[in-house]
């Protein structure tokens, strides 16, 4: 079973929208941790994002906002006022205990382009 | 810069050839990691450090691939005989053990190999 499901292949979004990205996951692990990166055509993942599963209220940063369902076992990702920049791939992750320690697991990712 | 290097940032080889990509992580950060990406796909992990601790390999770690940090510093990752399924991104990640959910990985740009 896909522990990260991110259904959105690609996405297209008009400049200042804002655009969700979604991302579903699976644990029956009651303490875990979402991220979400961005990966430019230059390769490098870019940090954007976390949410802690006991995180009462959903995590902020500057135009990233994550709407956390905790029932739902949702993560969906909101971009505010989108630039021409934010074309790239997006990727949620968790981080979850396993065998040994802990173990982050990476979604297939959704590209996101942005029109001017 | 105080990122994440990696170097090189692009490698060709013919089938059969060795070789071997740095890792240069953050200087504070104590842990290192290893990840394969493939087309169209999100990081798998390969294997990470702890100082110089290898504390898991994945079996995607075939036994041509090793990894090594000998100092607790610079990481680095050696592919022997490679096959033309080789062919991926190598990202390099580095991370401040903060022992759970939350550990944020902060990843370098990665070095794409192409085998021939």
């Known amino acids: 079973a896909q522990k990260i499901t991110q259904t959105q292949p690609g996405m297209f979004v008009q400049e200042k929208e804002a655009v969700t990205l979604d991302c579903t996951y699976d644990?029956?692990?009651?303490?875990?941790?979402l991220f979400w990166y961005k990966q430019p055509s230059s390769g490098e993942m870019i940090f954007l994002i976390y949410?802690?599963?006991?995180?009462?209220q959903n995590a902020t940063e500057g135009r990233y906002s994550l709407n956390f369902q905790k029932a739902r076992k949702s993560a969906n990702l909101v971009i505010s006022a989108s630039q021409l920049g934010d074309s790239a791939m997006y990727f949620c992750?968790?981080?979850?205990?396993?065998?040994?320690?802990?173990?982050?697991?990476f979604g297939a990712g959704t590209r996101l382009f942005v029109k001017a | 810069d105080t990122g994440v290097s990696q170097n090189p940032r692009h490698k060709i080889t013919k089938r059969g050839q060795n070789v071997t990509f740095r890792c240069d992580p953050i200087?504070?950060?104590?842990?290192l990691y290893w990840y394969r990406q493939t087309l169209g796909q999100g990081p798998e992990f390969l294997t990470y450090?702890?100082?110089?601790?290898?504390?898991?390999k994945s079996r995607l770690l075939s036994d041509r691939f090793s990894a090594e940090r000998p100092k607790g510093s610079f990481s680095t990752l050696e592919i022997q005989r490679t096959e033309q399924g080789d062919s991926a991104m190598y990202l390099c990640?580095?991370?401040?053990?903060?022992?759970?959910?939350?550990?944020?990985?902060?990843f370098g740009p990665g070095t794409r190999l192409l085998v021939l």
């Open positions: 990640a580095s991370s401040l053990n903060s022992g759970g959910v939350s550990e944020t990985q902060y």
């Open positions: 644990t029956s692990d009651p303490s875990y941790g």
């Open positions: 949410q802690g599963s006991y995180d009462q």
């Open positions: 992750a968790m981080r979850e205990r396993n065998t040994g320690g802990f173990k982050t697991i």
């Open positions: 200087s504070e950060h104590n842990r």
């Open positions: 450090f702890q100082n110089e601790a290898q504390l898991e």
